[in-house]
């Protein structure tokens, strides 16, 4: 097969995999500060095992993302050679701000939050979370600031076919940044949410009710309830943002042919790029040029204005497509969950076995936007400046094959055992309920004067 067809396949397998874990660290360290300052508060020791419960699975996490992350950054040199060489003056120094800022404080501080309760002073230990999560966010706005100079570039010169800074703050904060930033930050609330809901249902049916475990389904659902409308207007105007710097994602996203006014929104269709047209079309009148230009007769960009240059159209359309049909189900399901919980102080069986696969809704959405976007940019890899054909390294189709056979043999399996891990952690926070002692308290019926009295250590 085609080296650069293997090698995209391979890349793509990668940071597939990478980025289900970041999904999960950038918001799940704030939610974990939130369980700390409501301890702290109250001196409720259900909001620690809360935390507890949760922080293992920030730890496992943030070691799967590290671990994913280093494979992928190797095949900048092994099957993308092309990138660096081209724009490493841009890309390194951001990668390195990552590295020295975000990284370094997350695992530094991550030992005091899993291992530092009672062994260091209350102050220091939530000083610790606090760190690990602004780490996280700091650690998404450098990754987001590379990523998103590439679909909008901004602030360089080429120098003998090399990119060059020429403004630092126009690099990193490019026309599109701040939109996909926040759309992230986001995403990884309502993945975070949604995790948290989902496996507080599964012990919410293995008959567990205690305290720790209402707090943390209360927290995923509302979490969720309040964040998926917010998400839905950020998608919005980053839409808006993308039809102005990149109307041939829009067109792709849109399966929309020809540039004209009165464009149908097409929900469902089997776009033909051979024959250049929809196949089985359901189309709203006018709903495309209502959503991108507010006007029925709004203008909206055809992909045949842009030959050659324009990504492949099936998996940009049916990526959006699934991004944005996970993001309704995300809110009738996180507003019925707050409807219950707020009013009857319950949840309907049916309802809770929903939202256990629901769990993984976050992961679904992520990765068809991601494919959404980064499709979306072809045949560009970084837009204007260097094509992917350009980038690939001389490597041999079959080697790239075997490696990439090895990725997803080992992908399955450590996905596998991750989820095996989430589900039995979540099944013996099910089993101790309230009863098993916080680390560091040997009393397991701690009273309640006495967890307040600890908690001002």
Do not use: C
Not at 222 to 231: C, G, K, N, R, V
Not at 329 to 347: E, P, Q
């Amino acid at each position: 097969m085609d080296p650069l067809v293997l090698s995209r396949i391979q890349f793509g397998a990668n940071i597939s995999f990478h980025i289900l874990f970041p999904a999960i660290t950038i918001a799940l360290g704030w939610v974990l500060l939130f369980f700390k300052l409501r301890y702290n508060a109250t001196g409720d020791s259900a909001w620690m095992r809360a935390y507890f419960t949760w922080v293992k699975i920030f730890a496992l996490s943030f070691a799967m993302g590290v671990v994913s992350g280093v494979t992928m950054t190797f095949q900048f040199g092994t099957n993308w050679p092309g990138y660096m060489e081209t724009v490493g003056n841009i890309a390194g120094p951001l990668l390195a701000y990552e590295v020295l800022t975000a990284f370094f404080l997350e695992a530094a501080f991550l030992g005091i939050m899993l291992f530092g309760f009672r062994r260091v002073s209350n102050r220091i230990h939530t000083l610790a979370t606090v760190l690990v999560a602004g780490g996280t966010t700091v650690s998404a706005f450098w990754i987001i600031a590379l990523n998103s100079w590439m679909q909008t570039p901004a602030g360089f010169e080429m120098r003998d076919g090399k990119a060059h800074a020429l403004d630092w703050w126009a690099v990193i904060f490019n026309p599109s940044m701040p939109y996909r930033l926040v759309h992230m930050l986001l995403a990884s609330g309502l993945t975070v949410s949604f995790l948290i809901a989902g496996l507080s249902a599964l012990r919410y049916l293995y008959g567990d009710r205690s305290e720790s475990m209402w707090k943390a389904l209360r927290t995923g659902v509302f979490t969720a309830a309040i964040l998926i409308p917010i998400q839905i207007f950020a998608g919005d105007q980053h839409g808006l943002n993308t039809l102005e710097h990149q109307p041939q994602k829009i067109a792709a996203m849109e399966a929309n042919w020809n540039t004209g006014p009165n464009v149908p929104l097409v929900l469902f269709a089997l776009p033909d790029e051979a024959a250049k047209e929809n196949k089985f079309e359901l189309a709203v009148p006018d709903g495309a040029s209502l959503v991108l230009r507010h006007s029925a007769s709004g203008v909206v960009p055809g992909l045949n204005d842009y030959p050659g240059n324009h990504p492949p159209v099936f998996p940009v359309f049916w990526g959006f497509r699934i991004m944005v049909g996970t993001g309704i189900l995300m809110l009738v399901v996180s507003w019925s969950a707050a409807f219950f919980l707020k009013r009857r102080h319950s949840l309907p069986k049916p309802l809770a076995l929903i939202m256990v696969p629901m769990a993984l809704s976050g992961w679904l959405a992520t990765l068809a936007g991601w494919y959404t976007t980064e499709i979306g940019r072809q045949p560009w890899l970084v837009t204007g400046v260097l094509k992917t054909a350009d980038a690939v390294g001389p490597v041999a189709g079959s080697h790239v094959a075997l490696t990439l056979a090895v990725y997803l043999i080992l992908y399955v399996l450590l996905l596998i055992a991750y989820l095996g891990v989430l589900v039995h952690l979540a099944l013996k926070a099910a089993k101790d309920g309230d009863i098993s002692p916080l680390p560091g308290v040997m009393n397991a019926a701690l009273s309640q004067p006495a967890a307040e009295e600890l908690g001002s250590e």
